[in-house]
């Protein structure tokens, strides 16, 4: 079983990256010294949990993590470098350092790497995250010896109470568009000037009129919500901006 390496340093590895189509040799000590930072390890890229909650709870957290003192997040799998950039992509994390750890050399010397041959998967890491501090591990957390896949103390909100249990989750934010509307381009407009970062549906591309009727019962945009919450068109935002 998996054991805890808490009050230990990380391993010294190099991993073998692809950055902007060529080799990039990156080492633990560029990663790590003098930061705080976040690792979270899973079993594979394009994974069921690990796409729909691990990698997008820290993504989302992101900025959150950093207003409380961490440097850099970082998403480790035993994975080749092509396929952690284009889960990368496919998940639009773009405030995550993805690292491939291709030979297992880092996930085996933390004494994570276990075997998934049954699944068809070879040598993969055990799901964990972790906080690093100049190097030392500070915490670990690590999934319990379970059947399957187990996911339920590694991930983001997990790591964030540990860090700081005032810390306060971001705000959920969501809003209808069409391309060309002047009321459209002034709600995100005050969205990004309250620091607020959004989800944008845009009619004509990934909804329609129709879509837009049935969630909202408006036929006019913008239409946001803010955490679950129909807040309605540009005017209602400024004035929810106002009192938020």
């Given at each position: 079983m998996v054991s805890s390496r808490e009050g230990?340093?990380?391993?010294?590895?190099?991993?073998?990256?692809r950055q902007n189509g060529q080799w990039q040799d990156v080492t633990t000590d560029e990663l790590f010294t003098g930061k705080n930072v976040i690792v979270f390890a899973l079993p594979g890229a394009f994974t069921p949990t690990?796409?729909?909650?691990h990698l997008p709870g820290y993504n989302e957290l992101a900025k959150t993590f950093k207003e409380n003192g961490v440097d850099e997040i970082i998403c480790l799998s035993v994975n080749d470098p092509f396929v952690m950039n284009e889960w990368a992509k496919d998940q639009e994390a773009e405030n995550i350092t993805m690292m491939p750890d291709g030979n297992g050399e880092f996930t085996d010397g933390m004494g994570m790497l276990v075997d998934k041959a049954d699944l068809g998967l070879g040598k993969r890491s055990w799901r964990y995250s972790m906080l690093v501090k100049d190097g030392l591990i500070d915490k670990m957390f690590i999934e319990?010896?379970?059947?399957?896949?187990?996911?339920?103390?590694?991930d983001a909100q997990t790591m964030l109470k540990h860090i700081n249990p005032q810390a306060s989750k971001p705000k959920c934010v969501s809003l209808f568009t069409k391309v060309g509307c002047p009321f459209c381009a002034r709600a995100k407009e005050m969205l990004?000037?309250?620091?607020?970062?959004?989800?944008?549906?845009?009619?004509?591309?990934?909804?329609?009129?129709?879509?837009?009727?049935?969630?909202?019962?408006a036929t006019t945009v913008?239409?946001?919500?803010?955490?679950?919450?129909?807040?309605?068109?540009?005017?209602?935002l400024a004035n929810y901006l106002k009192t938020a």
């Open positions: 230990q340093r990380v391993p010294k590895v190099t991993f073998r990256t690990c796409s729909s909650t319990p010896d379970e059947p399957g896949d187990p996911f339920k103390v590694s990004t000037e309250h620091g607020l970062n959004y989800e944008e549906i845009t009619l004509g591309e990934n909804a329609t009129s129709r879509s837009l009727k049935a969630v909202t019962g913008p239409q946001v919500f803010i955490d679950g919450r129909l807040i309605g068109d540009s005017e209602a």
